[in-house]
């Protein structure tokens, strides 16, 4: 079975840098094969699309308005394995973050991992001072 694991969240001061790191257990499913999406939920909140690393090298990653100028999405296959840099992080940026494989990642949901894209865990970030 194939499942996805993320790792890389903590807590860090206003202006400060965080990697996350999604990585698919089973070879089974290449991350270069798939579309990876990093959502995230703040508690009261629904779950927002961040980002999207899409399979076709190509193509333009998608940023949400948010994470525009401050997040960048990347791929390593050898290790199956997507990251999302986040710097300059800001205190609306805490939530649980989450990363799904698919094809199809809706704008915002009103729950994470409730759609049939592969989802994982989700890794807690918190930004405060």
């Known amino acids: 079975e194939v499942q996805l694991k993320e790792s890389g969240g903590g807590s860090v001061q206003p202006g400060g840098s965080l990697r996350l790191s999604c990585t698919a257990s089973a070879s089974g499913l290449p991350v270069s094969d798939s579309d990876v999406a990093w959502y995230r939920q703040a508690p009261g909140n629904g779950c927002d699309l961040v980002a999207i690393r899409p399979r076709v090298p190509k193509k333009q990653p998608y940023y949400s308005h948010f994470a525009e100028g401050r997040f960048t999405v990347s791929q390593d296959n050898f290790h199956h394995t997507t990251y999302l840099q986040m710097n300059d992080l800001k205190p609306e940026d805490t939530a649980l973050y989450y990363c799904?494989?698919?094809?199809?990642?809706?704008?915002?949901?009103?729950?994470?991992?409730?759609?049939?894209?592969?989802w994982g865990q989700g890794t807690q970030v918190t930004v405060s001072s």
């Open positions: 799904a494989a698919g094809q199809f990642f809706p704008t915002q949901l009103p729950e994470c991992a409730t759609d049939e894209n592969l």
